[in-house]
């Protein structure tokens, strides 16, 4: 190993994350969120700062895979009946916040800097850009996602994602640089972009499905990481030997696996890096602010965010207002969004590369940034206590997935297959989850949705909506589900009931000390009505039957609680009937008293 590379891993690295690490949590606790975090962090530890690291630009090159992973991440969020769902928000309301901020903002700083228009325009659209990553973790964690305001702000936060690269379009034809040698024209490179995502769509109906559906038949879940991460960065590189944006070829590998029942399985496996390379992208930014020059001018930066905060939040409340939003959600909604975001840091970057914006200018509006994002917990506070409506005017499904469901069934096999009937049956929204690629292909043959993947991975059922399901159903065979696996699982969605298919006897026993709300075995009732069609076929009368199963089931329930409280199995074998031991139906059985658990 090289030298640089031990001094990367052992000291940077170290120092890095443990700057981070620290950060966060501090940030976290004053509710300032972690994006805020990592760039003070940055700002910190770099080499403006104490100087314990440098070498900014390496590290940025290396955690912009980090956007590249989010891009692909919103790609799979894009699936047809969310995008038709959502289409007035995003395409609507989305659009015209970018166009109208962007402009209004480039226009506050051409009128009061002495910019020219074109660095305007360059400093201007990015700070129309929010920050997903502050945002959502917000709203998820005051439990506003599932309102009308949640998902007015998700869409428009998804649009904002996907003008990324039109903006990264706009800087490069701003630019100042001359052409790259060799560089395609303009005219050449729109062709290629055509092709590319024609052709990365064509490789995701024909190579990719069938790539995943051959990794889920080997069950190994380090060769399913590897092929999710393969996808993302093949789709990248593709899209980077045409001169083409990066992002953009992650984002159509997205949307291309985005119906995929492969979706939930790859969004938990690829989660992880993204956050990881997203936090070291932040930390990267901080590293980069130039705070001579911020010290230099803090009074600008200062006033700056402030006109940034407020040009947003009085541009979004009026177009709010025009979509229809009541007034007091149409100014909670400006709040919301008012800050700038990440992707302004990248767009900063691109419009420094094309000399359009000197670096200090980069780093002084990367500060105002910065400053922006930290006034939104403070707005969001004062929003809360003032202007949310009542609950019962924000009640309706979320943007999360084409439906939240209400419950999520694991394992699609013939157990799972009747419960799900009976609850589509009853209108009930379910999501189906099953890591059996045969049995996947079977359903999709009657119209059926299952995902792949691990029923039980906290991140994936989160990602299948569990947070907000009311019941999570494992209806999976065998007797391999234990309580190291479901307790976790009932500590990470407390308001789900949890109901478990028990392969026997012995697996009951070892689930009832879980707080579960319900678990059956597997065999006991189509056991009790082969028994009932059997003694009618030999000419037992009804009456008798029914006794027989009162009978029955009252001393199974009694045996299974004794054995349940002592652990052991063989307790109360007295109860059973045997040759020896059966009921005399000249007489009425004993009063039938509490079955106990079945």
Request: proline share 5%; glycine share 10%; charged share 15%.
């Amino acid at each position: 190993m090289t030298e640089p590379s031990q001094a990367f891993l052992i000291r940077d690295g170290v120092v890095m994350l443990g700057a981070a690490i620290g950060s966060v949590l501090v940030f976290r606790r004053l509710g300032l969120g972690a994006t805020l975090g990592y760039l003070v962090a940055g700002a910190v530890i770099g080499p403006q700062g104490l100087g314990l690291i440098g070498g900014a630009e390496a590290k940025l090159g290396i955690a912009e895979l980090g956007i590249v992973l989010l891009l692909f991440l919103v790609g799979l969020e894009l699936h047809p009946n969310r995008l038709w769902r959502l289409r007035r928000d995003i395409f609507g309301l989305g659009l015209v916040q970018v166009v109208t901020c962007g402009l209004a903002i480039a226009g506050v700083i051409f009128a009061t800097t002495g910019f020219s228009l074109a660095a305007s325009l360059a400093l201007g659209l990015p700070l129309a850009l929010s920050s997903t990553a502050q945002v959502l973790p917000m709203l998820q964690s005051a439990g506003r996602l599932n309102t009308p305001a949640g998902e007015r702000a998700f869409s428009v936060l998804l649009f904002q994602d996907l003008s990324l690269i039109p903006l990264i379009t706009i800087i490069a034809t701003l630019s100042r640089t001359p052409p790259v040698p060799g560089a395609p024209p303009g005219w050449l490179l729109g062709l290629y972009t055509v092709g590319a995502i024609v052709g990365l769509v064509l490789a995701g109906r024909f190579i990719l499905n069938p790539l995943f559906r051959l990794v889920g038949n080997m069950g190994e879940r380090e060769l399913f990481v590897a092929a999710g991460l393969f996808t993302v960065l093949a789709a990248a590189a593709v899209m980077e030997m045409l001169h083409l944006s990066t992002a953009l070829g992650a984002f159509v590998a997205g949307v291309m696996l985005a119906d995929s029942p492969y979706r939930h399985e790859l969004e938990a496996d690829v989660e992880p890096f993204r956050t990881i390379l997203l936090g070291l992208f932040f930390l990267a930014v901080g590293m980069l602010l130039d705070l001579g020059v911020i010290m230099e001018r803090p009074l600008f930066v200062i006033a700056m965010a402030a006109a940034v905060v407020a040009t947003k939040t009085v541009v979004m409340f009026g177009i709010a207002r025009m979509f229809g939003v009541p007034t007091r959600p149409a100014l909670s909604f400006g709040l919301l969004l008012s800050q700038g975001g990440e992707f302004a840091f990248v767009l900063f970057a691109q419009a420094s590369g094309a000399l359009l914006i000197a670096p200090e200018a980069a780093s002084l509006f990367g500060a105002i940034v910065t400053l922006s994002m930290a006034t939104t917990p403070f707005l969001m506070m004062f929003s809360r206590r003032f202007l949310t409506p009542p609950p019962s005017q924000e009640d309706r499904p979320g943007p999360d997935g084409s439906i939240s469901p209400a419950a999520i069934i694991v394992g699609y096999g013939r157990f799972g297959q009747t419960v799900a009937q009976m609850l589509l049956a009853a209108g009930v929204r379910v999501s189906l989850i099953d890591r059996r690629v045969e049995q996947i292909d079977v359903a999709q043959k009657f119209d059926v949705k299952v995902f792949y993947g691990d029923g039980t991975r906290i991140d994936l059922l989160r990602n299948a909506g569990a947070a907000d399901a009311q019941a999570i159903l494992f209806c999976v065979d065998g007797n391999g589900l234990d309580k190291a696996q479901l307790q976790p699982i009932l500590e990470a969605f407390p308001k789900a009931a949890i109901l478990v298919r028990a392969y026997d006897r012995l697996h009951m026993m070892s689930l009832s000390k879980l707080d579960l709300a319900g678990a059956v075995r597997e065999l006991f009732e189509s056991a009790v009505l082969l028994g009932r069609e059997t003694l009618d076929r030999l000419g037992f009368s009804p009456e008798n039957i029914e006794m027989i199963e009162t009978e029955y089931r009252r001393r199974d329930g009694l045996r299974l609680e004794a054995q349940i409280a002592s652990g052991d199995v063989t307790v109360k074998r007295e109860m059973m009937f045997s040759a020896d031991r059966s009921l005399d139906l000249s007489t009425e059985p004993e009063a039938e008293q509490n079955h106990g658990t079945r």
